[in-house]
């Protein structure tokens, strides 16, 4: 008996991002992301990622989390700022 895939939790889904989130929807994941710009996960959505609405709503619904953003602020603001991965507690 195969063991249950981790889900994954996804911030940042741009050029690279959405090619990753698509590569392990592709290999039977459980994906959920999050985007600073909402509007940029729709495909994603289509592809059957599910959607949160923080880093912190995405923190407790996964037990992997990766972030693919710009640059250092950005990874400090999904992490640490409000409504961080830090603040689900």
């Not at 289509?46 to 923080?54: C, E, N, Q, V």
Request: charged share 15%.
């Amino acid at each position: 008996m195969a063991a249950e895939r981790p889900s994954v939790g996804f911030a940042g889904v741009g050029q690279l991002g959405s090619a990753m989130i698509t590569r392990l929807l592709a290999e039977g994941f459980a994906v959920t992301a999050w985007n600073r710009t909402p509007t940029a996960l729709s495909p994603l959505a289509a592809r059957g990622a599910r959607i949160a609405d923080t880093p912190a709503e995405l923190a407790k619904q996964c037990d992997i989390l990766l972030t693919c953003v710009t640059d250092t602020e950005a990874v400090h603001q999904i992490i640490f700022g409000p409504g961080g991965f830090a603040s689900a507690g």
